[in-house]
């Protein structure tokens, strides 16, 4: 692990809070359980048998030359360094050491085949957290080269198709790279970038797509002409792209709600600074769904609960709230919105044994199987458990989900303090000047209220610590050293005092909270976990393989409860918390409901919540909603009982 920090370098806007190098946290606890499981699951396995990063042209083979290795390393570089797993660091060295020599003379590098600018953006991803974890001075190295190839290649041949929709990934590491370095041709190459990519802070602004995009443009409309010359890419605004295509797409636009913060760093206003909350907001408001996330099956699909979301958003997501809390715009929603990622949607798209995963998950999801659904354009597997269903870009892409969750659960902050964002078991070890500080957090959270922190110096010294406090988190307070503290939701509390063996303790209360969804239908959540209600689960296989057979889910129970929302309460069992679906709930909560005779299925989907069924007071039992993350059938927006 590296010794530094790098904050934004003048004339980058000035940033509060920057990343620590990969191996400055480390997870205990429950999320070193949750790590386990994806060592021992798909990122530990996907080497060994799946031809796309098997054979990748990335590691020297015949097979896939694009996205699917740089994505795959993106998160296993992390896990490897964070599990500590000597086998998964050797193989990431094979990609790693491969891609370093494939640099040639003129400073491009990556496999001959495919010279797409998107690929690369992401092995940059990856060779960064390499660098902060090893401190392989090849690396800063060979992405200077780069750059400098980009800087003279990007007017005559400029970012197209899906590199004109992210060129957000590749300002990033140019602009980690600028205050490593300070080499002034990384500012004229961070501007070239901006031009060539999708305007996104305009297009959250305004935002046209208030609807489902199955009723304001049918696929049809959408790849019309797309098979034409150069394959239907227009040039528009300096931008070589299909326009709505690449601006309708989930996986994109969970990447391009980072642009207007990236941007941010460069050109600072208004609308770039909180562009992420404008569009996060419009998203939730048309396709937004309780699990925290908008819909995409596999462009942006309005906010029924029957509608998808692609894993690979999912992923996206919570590397755009890490990655913007370095930019210094939106800083007070992103841990809101992380921790909402990673503690339901995330853990909900895998199985229990981390090895098979979903394409498209649902709020309300009470089939997995093969069977027509009302997705915009995805395949009919697309919610089945599998190794590839639909496609193979989630199978290498959700693996950053956890470990980068893991390192970014701390910052550095200005002053030599230091920022918690996220609220998990860990330990953060890094210096402030050159006093070492070592903070161990003991907590279930988020299946308990209360965090404990021991805060370790080396010698007395004087710094801030930062806390994010839950925007639910109404009366949270902090004991420090026996003094107690009020805190206000949704802010980021800052204590600045000198720190020499202290102990901190935090109590977040969760009390049930009921949300509002697509016609008027109600979520109970606790804390930043969403509670579902459970069916017991039938897996069958519906093909084998040696490593990841595809599976379906069904259920025989009844799902199609009205609840009483105001009944809602909690239990809390912390001794249970571990890695999720490893068949414990650690948090339970009890509703009053009854059935809906009238509530069905619609295709392979439980059809819309009816509004306000009527139901009868004798029909009312209590039911026991679990954790989201726990679930893979489930309903977890219910209609409200009109009780009669
Ligand atoms: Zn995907």
Redesign the pocket.
């Known amino acids: 692990m590296i010794g530094k920090v790098f904050f934004n370098r003048a004339p980058l806007t000035q940033n509060r809070f920057a990343e620590l190098p990969l191996g400055a946290v480390t997870p205990e606890g429950w999320l070193k359980e949750q790590l386990d499981a994806a060592a021992k699951g798909l990122t530990g396995q996907l080497y060994k048998f799946w031809p796309d990063v098997k054979d990748s042209a990335w590691r020297g083979g015949e097979g896939d030359g694009w996205e699917r290795a740089p994505y795959y390393l993106d998160g296993l570089v992390p896990l490897a360094y964070l599990t500590g797993s000597e086998e998964l660091k050797a193989v990431a060295r094979e990609y790693i050491e491969w891609t370093l020599a494939s640099q040639k003379e003129d400073g491009s590098f990556g496999p001959e085949k495919n010279d797409d600018w998107w690929p690369r953006m992401v092995m940059l991803k990856a060779l960064w957290q390499y660098y902060t974890a090893t401190g392989d001075k090849r690396v800063p190295e060979m992405m200077l080269r780069y750059f400098a190839y980009e800087y003279r290649s990007l007017p005559g041949r400029p970012l197209r198709d899906w590199a004109c929709a992210r060129g957000a990934e590749n300002m990033l590491t140019v602009a980690a790279l600028y205050n490593l370095t300070g080499k002034s041709f990384l500012l004229k190459l961070l501007a070239l970038l901006r031009d060539q990519t999708c305007d996104w802070t305009a297009y959250f602004d305004t935002f046209a797509y208030r609807q489902s995009l199955a009723k304001a443009l049918p696929w049809q409309e959408l790849v019309k002409g797309m098979e034409g010359e150069e394959g239907g890419l227009v040039w528009q605004d300096r931008k070589y792209y299909r326009r709505e295509y690449h601006l309708t797409h989930v996986?994109n636009t969970a990447m391009g709600l980072k642009f207007p913060g990236v941007v941010h760093m460069i050109k600072s206003g208004v609308k770039e600074n909180e562009g992420f909350e404008t569009g996060y907001k419009n998203l939730m408001r048309y396709h937004g769904v309780a699990s925290g996330i908008f819909t995409g099956d596999e462009h942006i699909s309005g906010a029924s609960p029957r509608q998808g979301t692609?894993?690979?958003a999912v992923a996206e997501l919570m590397y755009t709230c890490e990655a913007l809390m370095t930019t210094g715009s939106s800083e007070k929603l992103l841990g809101d919105v992380l921790e909402k990622m990673a503690f339901n949607a995330l853990p909900a798209a895998q199985s229990g044994d981390n090895l098979t995963h979903q394409?498209d998950q649902q709020a309300n999801q009470v089939k997995c199987t093969v069977e027509k659904r009302s997705w915009y354009n995805n395949n009919d597997d697309s919610n089945t458990f599998g190794l590839e269903p639909n496609f193979g870009?989630?199978t290498a892409?959700l693996h950053q989900g956890w470990p980068k969750y893991v390192s970014h659960l701390w910052y550095a902050a200005q002053d030599e303090g230091f920022l918690c964002l996220s609220y998990a078991p860990c330990r953060m070890r890094f210096l402030s000047g050159d006093v070492p500080v070592s903070i161990r957090v003991e907590t279930a959270y988020p299946f308990g209220e209360t965090v404990r922190m021991r805060v370790e110096a080396g010698r007395k010294k004087k710094f801030p610590l930062w806390f994010r406090v839950p925007e639910w988190a109404e009366g949270a307070v902090a004991q420090v050293d026996g003094e107690e503290y009020d805190l206000t939701a949704g802010d980021l509390w800052k204590l600045e005092r000198e720190w020499d063996g202290n102990d901190l303790t935090f109590v977040f209360p969760m009390k049930p909270r009921i949300t509002r969804w697509h016609r008027q239908s109600a979520a109970v959540e606790v804390g930043p976990l969403v509670m579902a209600f459970h069916p017991a689960e039938k897996w069958e296989k519906i093909k084998d393989h040696p490593f990841v057979p595809d599976w379906q889910v069904t259920t025989e129970d009844a799902w199609n409860w009205a609840i009483v929302p105001e009944t809602a309460r909690v239990e809390f069992d912390p001794d249970a918390a571990g890695a999720f679906k490893d068949g414990r709930y650690p948090v339970r909560a009890y509703v009053m409901a009854a059935p809906v005779a009238e509530w069905g299925m619609k295709g392979g989907s439980a059809d819309d919540p009816p509004v306000s069924p009527a139901v009868s007071k004798d029909a009312l039992r209590e039911i026991e909603l679990v954790p989201y993350g726990d679930t893979s059938l489930r309903i977890t927006q219910f209609p409200v009982a009109r009780v009669e």
């Open positions: 996986v692609e894993t690979c394409y870009c989630c892409n």
